[in-house]
């Protein structure tokens, strides 16, 4: 087995088992009928900083937790694959990160979901690609524009029970990990060697192969509930 797709089918793996918690954590709550929320982040109250460790587990319902595991997924086999000598230590640093600065400057609710997690691993990326400024990790972040150029809508603030502050602290958590690391990317060596190997001018042959790439509309989910939990269904939640 090649070392890239050795690498690869390591990063899925990874990804896997961390969609796979949110999904048990899930099951658990429709399971025995009960809600999780209040693991959620509780901005400046001292049981709220529970939620920096166990908020991006908790969704609102099985159509948040969906349309954030598919991003989440992908975000993680790019990170691990491409950065994968920094790749565990900068999510560490993205999550706790986030988390702390939304349990700081947050609306007083219940914040939950894994958007802020999924907005600063893409502007990691992003921003790596920029403060490196070579040709493979450019063409990285303009991977990654395509893919999630939309999300940035979602930190302008808004009304509603959407965790807006999350997506915010996530994009910051992403650029701030990006420039403490930026002396620190190892794996880049990996991403050059990639691009060098599989995309050099003077080798590349079309072998009948035709790659599709759209860019569709992302939706991120990232909700925040009001201090008060309880059994019965709100009428006016928004994912």
Not at 112 to 131: D, T
Not at 168 to 195: C, H, P, R, T
């Amino acid at each position: 087995m090649s070392k890239e797709k050795s690498l690869f089918r390591q990063s899925v793996v990874f990804g896997s088992y961390i969609i796979l918690a949110l999904w048990l954590v899930k099951s658990m709550e429709w399971a025995f009928a009960t809600n999780f929320a209040h693991f959620g982040i509780m901005p400046r109250h001292l049981l709220g900083t529970i939620g920096i460790f166990t908020s991006p587990f908790i969704h609102g319902d099985f159509l948040h937790l969906l349309s954030n595991s598919f991003s989440l997924m992908l975000l993680i086999i790019i990170l691990f694959f491409f950065y994968d000598k920094i790749a565990l230590k900068a999510l560490l640093y993205i999550y706790i990160s986030t988390g702390i600065f939304v349990w700081i400057i947050a609306r007083e609710a219940y914040h939950i979901g894994a958007s802020g997690v999924i907005y600063g691993i893409a502007s990691f990326i992003l921003f790596s690609g920029l403060l490196r400024k070579n040709q493979s990790s450019l063409a990285l972040s303009f991977v990654i524009l395509l893919l999630y150029g939309g999300m940035f809508y979602g930190v302008l603030p808004q009304d509603g029970h959407i965790s807006w502050e999350s997506h915010l602290m996530g994009l910051l958590s992403g650029l701030l990990v990006a420039i403490a690391m930026k002396d620190e990317f190892a794996g880049q060596a990996e991403l050059e060697l990639y691009f060098e190997k599989n995309f050099d001018d003077d080798e590349y042959q079309d072998d009948g192969t035709n790659f599709n790439f759209t860019n569709p509309e992302q939706e991120f989910s990232y909700e925040y509930k009001t201090k008060e939990i309880d059994d019965t269904p709100d009428p006016n939640k928004i994912d």
